[in-house]
């Protein structure tokens, strides 16, 4: 990966709209170097400066590159319970514009996260800690996906099962920003049996505890 140049999606921030340190359990910089970079050998791994973040001081830095380069050789990425793409909310969600020029037009930018996807965290992502989860973050836009030769979706989740049914067969519209993946011209898809399997409707979560037959 010596000559690999990464776009990373987005970054959590902080009170300040400046990234969280490294250290923050939830930082995606930290997350990207302990499953991928930091296990490549040395000599192999993409040069520091090629792996990119949005950066909260110059969010116009992401959309030129992508400009000047015509777009990502490729993008992988899948999506969460609102349909969004990066944290691109329905734009309802994070009182932007609704309209689906606006919406597919949308770029690199600093945004409060909308409270479905902060709640999908809690209940995934933190094990229900609210304090841990920083309230803003900077995000890769429509305009910049869409924008990628080619496009690599996954779904791997139960919960998914519902959401990539609508985003691919449903209506193209901002109200579910994965749908929008309909028009691109070269996608490609892998998901779980898990995720493939019918949605079925179950009004019990999951306890963790062993079913028990009641005498």
Not at 107 to 134: E, H
Not at 184 to 198: D, K, Q, R, S
Request: hydrophobic share 40%; aromatic share 8%; net charge neutral.
């Amino acid at each position: 990966c010596e000559n690999l140049r990464t776009i990373n999606m987005d970054e959590y921030l902080d009170g300040r709209d400046r990234w969280i340190p490294v250290s923050h359990p939830l930082s995606f910089r930290r997350f990207m170097e302990e499953t991928f970079f930091g296990r490549l050998p040395v000599e192999l791994r993409p040069l520091p400066e090629n792996v990119l973040f949005p950066n909260p001081d110059d969010p116009g830095q992401i959309t030129r590159l992508i400009d000047e380069i015509g777009g990502a050789d490729i993008c992988w990425g899948g999506f969460g319970i609102t349909g969004h793409v990066a944290f691109n909310d329905p734009p309802a969600m994070l009182g932007e514009p609704q309209d689906l020029a606006s919406f597919r037009n949308c770029r690199t930018r600093k945004l409060t996260i909308s409270p479905m996807s902060t709640a999908q965290m809690l209940m995934g992502g933190t094990n229900g800690n609210a304090a841990v989860l920083p309230k803003r973050a900077v995000t890769i836009g429509m305009y910049e996906l869409l924008k990628s030769k080619r496009y690599h979706c996954t779904f791997m989740r139960n919960w998914h099962a519902g959401l990539w049914r609508r985003a691919l067969l449903g209506p193209v519209t901002p109200e579910f920003p994965g749908s929008l993946l309909q028009k691109h011209p070269n996608l490609a898809i892998t998901m779980t049996e898990l995720a493939a399997a019918v949605p079925l409707v179950r009004t019990a979560q999951a306890t963790g505890e062993a079913d028990r037959t009641r005498e």
